[in-house]
């Protein structure tokens, strides 16, 4: 196969998160009935798996547990 995409480059063994960027996702709705919480948690999670070094998670306080617990690995912002 010659027209492959290159593979991405080898992190640094001595990086930290702080190292591989900071995503900062935005989102929810507390409101009822339609409480929104997994897009902005599932944005966050997928960020931290394709190879951001921290993600975090500014939602409304009512539901930023909720999104924390579908993305325990990031950091969250009571909005």
Known sequence: MTDALPTLPDRAVDGHKGT????????????????????PAFTALASLRCGAGLAVLAMPAPILHDGLTIAPSATGVAL
Do not use: L, N, S
């Open 20 to 39: 591989f960027g900071t995503v900062m996702v935005i989102g929810g709705q507390a409101a009822m009935p339609r409480m929104m919480i997994g897009g």
